[in-house]
C-alpha cells in the first residue's frame, strides 16, 4: 500500500487545525484552514515548508506578517489584530486566496526560513507555584533554570513579571509592566512566595534562538499570535 503523498499529508495537517485546534479560539484561522485543506494550489506551495509539524501555524504566520508590514490589502478588514473587528470569515477565503497567490514568492521564503516560536509568558502563572515547592524543598537555595525551547526566553525571565491570582493574592514584581492573571478553581491554592525564589543561572536551548533586539523576529512574533487573541501580542 502506498503512502499518502506529501500534499495529502499536507491536506491533513489543514484539516485537523481547521477541526481541532483553531475552533473556539480563532474562527478566521478555523475558516481559513478548512478551506486551504481543499485548494491544491494553496497545499502545494504551504508544502515547501521546511516545518511540517504546525505547518497551519506557519503558514498562516507568513500571511499575517506581510499584512503587518504593509495593511493597504482588502484582506485586512478581516484581520482583528490589524482593525480592531472582524467581518463575516465566510467571505474572507476568495480575497484570503488572492492575497497568497499574488505574495506566493514572498511566502515561500518566509515559511522556508521561519520557524513557529510560541512565547507564552502567561504559562509562568503556573510555573510560579512549582518553582515555589521546589525552593521549599531545597531549603531556600537558588534555583538554576534549564529551558528546552526556550525561543525567545521569556518564560526564563518569569521572575520578572508580577502576577495576580484573584481574592487578592498577588506576588512578583510589582513595578513589572508585564501582569499576568490567573484564574483559580477549587478550594485548594497553590503555594506562592511572599518573595521570589533566588535564580543563580539561566539557559535557554533552542534549535532558532529568537533575538527580540531584532526588530524583524519581534514582527514575526507578533505574526504567530492568532488575529482575535490581541491580548496575547500586547
Not at 504551504?46 to 500571511?63: C, H, M, Q, R, W
Not at 537558588?142 to 493574592?169: M, N, V
Not at 483559580?184 to 535557554?204: A, M, Y
Amino acid at each position: 500500500m502506498s503512502s499518502p503523498s506529501p500534499l495529502h499529508r499536507t491536506a491533513e495537517r489543514f484539516e485537523h487545525f481547521a477541526t481541532t485546534v483553531y475552533p473556539g479560539k480563532s474562527p478566521l484561522y478555523a475558516t481559513l484552514a478548512a478551506k486551504i485543506a481543499e485548494d491544491p494550489e494553496l497545499l502545494e506551495l504551504a508544502a515547501a515548508a521546511e516545518e511540517k509539524d504546525a505547518l497551519p501555524n506557519l503558514f498562516l504566520a507568513s500571511v499575517h506578517l506581510l499584512l503587518l508590514n504593509d495593511s493597504r490589502h482588502q484582506l485586512v478588514a478581516f484581520y482583528p489584530s490589524l482593525n480592531g473587528t472582524s467581518r463575516q470569515y465566510d467571505y474572507a477565503y476568495p480575497i484570503f486566496r488572492s492575497f497568497v497567490l499574488e505574495h506566493r514568492d514572498k511566502i515561500r521564503k518566509i515559511i522556508g526560513m521561519r520557524r513557529v516560536q510560541t512565547n507564552e509568558a502567561a504559562r509562568c502563572a503556573v510555573l510560579l507555584p512549582g518553582f515555589e515547592f521546589l525552593t521549599q524543598q531545597a531549603s531556600g537555595r537558588p534555583l538554576s533554570l534549564i529551558e528546552i525551547g526556550s525561543s525567545a526566553g521569556l518564560t526564563l525571565i518569569w521572575d520578572r513579571y508580577q502576577y495576580s491570582y484573584g481574592e487578592g493574592l498577588q506576588c512578583g514584581d510589582p513595578n513589572s509592566p508585564v501582569r499576568i492573571e490567573c484564574l483559580l478553581r477549587g478550594e485548594k491554592r497553590p503555594p506562592l512566595p511572599r518573595q521570589l525564589p533566588r535564580i543563580t543561572s539561566r539557559i535557554g536551548i533552542d534549535l532558532d534562538p529568537i533575538d527580540l533586539n531584532n526588530p524583524e523576529n519581534v514582527q514575526w512574533l507578533r505574526a504567530l499570535v492568532w488575529p482575535e487573541q490581541e491580548k496575547r501580542a500586547k
